[in-house]
Every structure is written in C-alpha cells, then in structure tokens.
C-alpha cells in the first residue's frame, strides 16, 4: 500500500494562496496515478486535480481551472497543489489520492488524512 501525508492546509483570506503539500511511501510505483480531492461541510467528497506518472496529463475540475495547478515530483515522491486566488467556496478539508487510473469517478487506492483549507475574512 502507499502512505499519504498532507501539509500546507490553513485559513487564508479570499484572494489569497495557499500551497498544500502530500509525501508518498511504500508502494508509490504501483499507484503512478496521484489526485487531490476535497469535501466541504455536508458536501460529498469531490476532484479538484489529478496528474499521471510522468506529468504530461493533467486534469482540473472547472471550478479550479486557471486559479489551482498540480505538480508532482517522483524523485521525492511529492505531490503539490498551488492554490492561487482562493474562494470561499474552496474551503474545505482537502485530500491526497494515489491510484492506477485516471477515472476521477471512483474512490479508488489509497489517501491521505486530509489537510483544512479555510477561506474566510
């Protein structure tokens, strides 16, 4: 199995940035596929991004696209969402997911404990 752990969550005010962090261990190669998640109060867990192994295919959910990026580095096993211009709607606990393939709709391999993004003035 692969172990994640996540930083970098806290509040920050709307129109701010935050970069949120997740170190993988184990069996990282057998998940090559890495994602963040989030879920809001009373809200279903939902994607925010998702990267493949080598970086050259990414995906964003349209309520973050062109204000979050996802990046990866496998020499170090980490995994990084830069949040940029964040909303209020962002706020959220937000997870690291490892997994084989690219089919957001599952809740497949294996995540983190999750890190607290809060947006508010």
């Known amino acids: 199995q692969v172990r994640l752990v996540e930083s970098g969550g806290g509040l920050v005010q709307p129109g701010g940035s935050l970069r949120l962090s997740c170190v993988a261990s184990?069996?990282?190669?057998?998940?090559?596929?890495m994602a963040w998640f989030r879920q809001a109060p009373g809200k279903e867990r939902e994607f925010v991004a998702g990267i493949d192994f080598s970086g050259g295919m990414i995906n964003y959910s349209d309520s973050v696209k062109g204000r979050f990026t996802i990046s990866r580095d496998n020499h170090r096993n980490l995994l990084n969402l830069q949040m940029n211009d964040l909303k209020a709607a962002d706020t959220a606990a937000y997870y690291c997911?490892?997994?084989?393939?690219?089919?957001?709709?599952?809740?497949?391999?294996?995540w983190g404990q999750g890190t607290l993004v809060t947006v508010s003035s």
């Open positions: 997911n490892a997994r084989t393939t690219m089919n957001w709709e599952t809740n497949a391999g294996s």
């Open positions: 184990g069996r990282t190669l057998m998940y090559p596929v």
